[in-house]
């Protein structure tokens, strides 16, 4: 089991920048990858983005590309998430998720998950 933390939410204007981090500890050799989703309120939980432990690639929603940029400190099992050019529909509950395998965009191939934090961002 992997257990994941993720400091770094808060309240945000449009167009701030704010980043957050996961740290995993436990079994994290059994990770393949870290996933980020998210819930804004009334709506379904969304894929976001990932990176792979191993080579570093990278995976984006279409709503973020370009503005969120995922990355990873092997040495620190730290994964990032910066957010810039932030918008008020990126309001939402953010998780980080650990994963061994599958489908990256897909909740069911993540096997652990962070409480999730919250980012708010007013207009």
């Known amino acids: 089991q992997v257990q994941l933390v993720e400091p770094g939410g808060g309240l945000v204007q449009a167009g701030d920048s704010l980043r957050l981090s996961c740290a995993a500890s436990g079994r994290t050799f059994s990770s393949y990858g870290m996933g980020w989703f998210r819930q804004a309120p009334g709506k379904e939980r969304e894929f976001v983005a990932r990176i792979r432990w191993s080579d570093g690639t990278t995976t984006y929603a279409d709503s973020v590309k370009g503005r969120f940029t995922i990355s990873r400190d092997n040495a620190k099992n730290t994964v990032y998430l910066l957010m810039n050019s932030l918008k008020p529909e990126d309001t939402a509950v953010y998780y980080c998720?650990?994963?061994?395998?599958?489908?990256?965009?897909?909740?069911?191939?993540?096997?652990?998950w962070g409480p999730g934090t919250q980012v708010t961002v007013s207009s």
């Open positions: 998720a650990a994963s061994s395998g599958g489908s990256y965009y897909m909740e069911r191939s993540y096997d652990s």
